[in-house]
């Protein structure tokens, strides 16, 4: 039967690497076959030393023992009889183990990097194989996608490349790095169990108990490998292209996924969270039985930590900023590498489509279902936002995904303007901007946008204030300059005469331009146009002054005739003083035009 | 909602993993689980009127020369204890991992199975005599095969919380 032995002394199990309990190894083929891929033998020598010194001290135990076999004797069927013994059971093994482990703790107590140099080798060609493979292929597939970049951006990327003389690949990638909180975990320390999640994005490929599990995991396995206690505790994970970061209490720890490079500040964020969760949810950490319900509180505090990070700034000049750059370069290529291999390419143009989306005003995604193969996609769309072929490199098709748009108004500042110029249709000649939340109009228009507008411009959503006093209203300009041009015409009439000469070029000039702006004034609308009559005496005809009255009437007969409709006609008493006379005798009209204020 | 970390324990070979992807099927990516030498799955189940969700561990792989960690019995609220019908000596280790998993955790519950059960013409002992053998508790006879048994010994465990 060759199943684990059963150690009887459970608390040193903590700091033992895997396997190194079991006596047998030494004595059994395929021994450290275990599922770590520890196959190679030769890799365990340093370990092989640290199992058989404890046997020696036992073996010199013996030997003072009166009577006792020599050494020599014992070691000469030592290993047969440990080989016997392991194929009768695990007798042998379970004397042996105190021992072994009491040696193996010791040792390592006193040398830890034995141990963690015996586990290292093994790992550490599997990790530097998998890098080399992937780095190539990232640097191919990226080569092939920069080739065939010949997008504006693409040709801006370009010319910095060539202004700055350094690759373009460099560029492309300083361009594109930024990172994302994805997910965030409260995971119960001692049972590992998931206290509370929050998720950034929809993904239900990502069962957050699996992964909360499967960190509780890995960290065991380091520390049960590497060191006891929390020393060993991990910090940050790579896994499948994205990163963990992990931040460690006495009773819970918060992890993160990170897609992407994040800033120092987050870790730190991190911690802080951590310890306000430890002090908010004290009780309940203490007495934790499994009620996961009772640590919904937390999640405002772990969202706070979920979120995005701006872009690395444009380069800098200096050498040690270069070689920064290329530093930052490098881990991007890496990080790319590693999506590559997870995701192959597929994944990568989903995941640039996301983040394309996730940039472009008036497009919002709620959720990602789906596997690998096909998926659907569902969030906010506003109409008015760029066609998809703007935004994304790829179809829909090409990305395999099944795209379920709602309609929506976004408040985006650029869909806000947008949705502004395409409510009020500024004509040529007027200049329409917004910001925050106000929007100007300037510039030259006729009254029938202008009215049309002012009645819309506080109805865009977005919008609170409108500011329209550059904005001149054209028809209205004209009609008051009409009206200005017109004001203090005289209707002459002949010496002593009482009856209009409407036949008189003059006279049937100035009434038909009078007809002109009153018609001028109906088409704005709501206008009205009033008309202050005066007659007015010539500087000889004092005996024109008894025809004053007939000549008003005579006037506003005149007047009748043309059919005003918006017109008002007041008649204002002759004045009686000298001074108001004028070169020409007959009938002075004054004009005030009141358009409404739109 | 209720979440317990619960692990199988059991000899080589008894059929532990057979158990957990026949009561969970789930399709989630292992490979992580290859390198830590745990394989977690979770899955939930009613208990009267609340969830109750299992985080399931089991040693992954070949757990032929893998020692049972600390670390995998920490935390853990309760075990399916497991033998292998047609294996007698699984009983000895199945008796040993619970001894060690209440000194380690003395308020776990356990579940024993004897799974096999679409074997029992091979049985070493028959099925009353594996009762009677296993002298802590009832025992729930399985066959990750058929299927038998196995959600009612999952969902007994369950049914502790
Ligand atoms: N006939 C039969 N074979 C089983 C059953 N459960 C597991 N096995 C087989 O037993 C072997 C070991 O199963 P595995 O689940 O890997 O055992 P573990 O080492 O305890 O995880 C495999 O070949 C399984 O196909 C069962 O209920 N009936
Ligand atoms: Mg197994």
Redesign the pocket.
């Known amino acids: 039967m060759g199943d684990s032995p059963i150690q009887p002394d459970e608390s040193r199990h903590g700091s033992e690497p895997p396997e190194t309990g079991d006596a047998r190894k030494d004595s059994q083929e395929g021994a450290l076959n275990g599922p770590q891929g520890l196959s190679e033998n030769d890799r365990w020598e340093m370990l092989h030393d640290l199992l058989v010194g404890p046997e020696e001290a036992r073996i010199q135990e013996l030997e003072q023992v009166p009577r006792a076999p020599r050494a020599k004797d014992v070691g000469d069927v030592l290993a047969e009889a440990t080989r016997r013994s392991a194929q009768e059971g695990p007798e042998l093994a379970e004397a042996l183990a105190p021992t072994i482990e009491q040696g193996l703790m010791s040792s390592a107590r006193k040398n830890p990097d034995d141990l963690a140099e015996a586990i290292y080798p093994v790992l550490g060609p599997a990790i530097r194989r998998s890098i080399q493979a992937t780095l190539s292929a990232a640097v191919e597939t990226l080569n092939v996608t920069l080739e065939n970049s010949f997008s504006p951006k693409g040709l801006r990327w370009r010319m910095q490349a060539w202004r700055t003389g350094r690759p373009f690949a460099e560029v492309v990638l300083l361009h594109s790095l930024a990172y994302r909180v994805e997910q965030v975990f409260w995971i119960h320390k001692e049972t590992s169990v998931l206290l509370s999640d929050v998720s950034g994005v929809e993904d239900s490929l990502r069962d957050p108990e699996l992964i909360s599990g499967m960190l509780a995991a890995i960290q065991d396995f380091v520390q049960d490998s590497f060191a006891g206690a929390d020393e060993g505790a991990l910090e940050q994970i790579e896994v499948s292209g994205f990163r963990v970061l992990m931040a460690q209490g006495p009773k819970a720890v918060l992890a993160v996924l990170v897609r992407g490079i994040p800033p120092e500040s987050l870790s730190q964020n991190m911690h802080e969270t951590l310890e306000s969760l430890h002090r908010s949810f004290a009780d309940e950490l203490q007495e934790f039985d499994g009620d996961v319900g009772r640590f919904e509180r937390a999640i405002p505090d772990l969202q706070g930590l979920l979120g995005q990070g701006a872009k690395v700034s444009e380069p800098g000049g200096t050498k040690k900023g270069q070689w920064l750059i290329a530093a930052v370069a490098l881990v991007a290529v890496l990080l790319f590498a590693v999506d590559w291999i997870q995701d192959r390419n597929m994944n990568s143009k989903r995941s640039a489509a996301l983040m394309a989306l996730q940039e472009a005003p008036g497009y919002s995604v709620q959720g990602q279902v789906g596997d690998g193969d096909h998926q659907t996609w569902t969030g906010f769309r506003d109409p008015l936002a760029e066609p998809w072929s703007e935004v994304c490199a790829h179809s829909t098709e090409e990305l395999d995904v099944d795209i379920q748009w709602t309609p929506f108004v976004s408040l985006e500042p650029e869909m806000v303007q947008r949705r502004a110029e395409y409510m009020l249709q500024p004509p040529f000649g007027v200049t329409l901007t917004t910001e925050h939340g106000s929007l100007t109009l300037e510039g030259e228009a006729s009254s029938g946008w202008v009215h049309r507008a002012l009645a819309r411009a506080s109805a865009v959503p977005g919008i609170g204030r409108v500011d329209a006093s550059g904005l001149v209203d054209i028809d209205r300009r004209a009609i008051e300059t009409h009206a200005r041009s017109l004001d203090g015409l005289t209707l002459p009439f002949g010496a002593g005469a009482g009856r209009l000469d409407r036949g008189q070029p003059v006279v049937q000039a100035r009434l038909s331009a009078l007809k002109t702006l009153d018609e001028r004034v109906q088409e704005y609308g709501g206008g009205l146009l009033r008309l202050h009559l005066r007659a007015t005496l010539g500087r000889m005809d004092d005996f024109e002054r008894g025809l004053s009255d007939r000549r008003l009437v005579e006037v506003q007969k005149a007047l009748g005739r043309l059919g005003l409709g918006a017109t008002v006609v007041e008649v204002l008493p002759a004045p009686e003083s000298d001074d108001s006379r004028s070169p020409l005798s007959g009938v002075r009209i004054e004009i005030d035009t009141l358009l409404p204020k739109p | 909602m209720i979440r317990k970390k619960i692990c199988?324990l059991?000899?080589?070979?008894?059929?532990?993993?057979?158990?957990v992807?026949r009561f969970v099927h789930s399709e989630y990516d292992d490979r992580y689980m290859t390198t830590v030498g745990v394989k977690v799955e979770k899955k939930e189940c009613q208990v009267g009127d609340h969830q109750v969700s299992l985080v399931i561990w089991?040693?992954h792989g070949?757990?032929r020369w893998q020692e049972v960690r600390a670390s995998y019995l920490r935390g853990t609220a309760g075990a399916l204890l497991?033998a292998?019908g047609t294996r007698i000596e699984s009983l000895e280790v199945m008796a040993q991992l619970r001894k060690r998993l209440l000194e380690q955790n003395p308020d776990a519950h356990v579940v024993t199975l004897v799974?096999?059960?679409?074997?029992e013409a091979d049985f070493a002992i028959t099925a009353d005599e594996w009762r009677a053998r296993v002298d802590w508790g009832p025992v729930v006879f399985?066959?990750?095969?058929?299927g038998h048994g196995v959600e009612d010994a999952f969902q007994s465990l369950a049914n502790h919380w």
């Open positions: 199988l059991g000899a080589f070979a008894v059929g532990k993993s057979s158990l992807r089991d040693l070949e757990d497991v292998d799974n096999k059960m679409d074997r399985t066959s990750a095969r058929t």
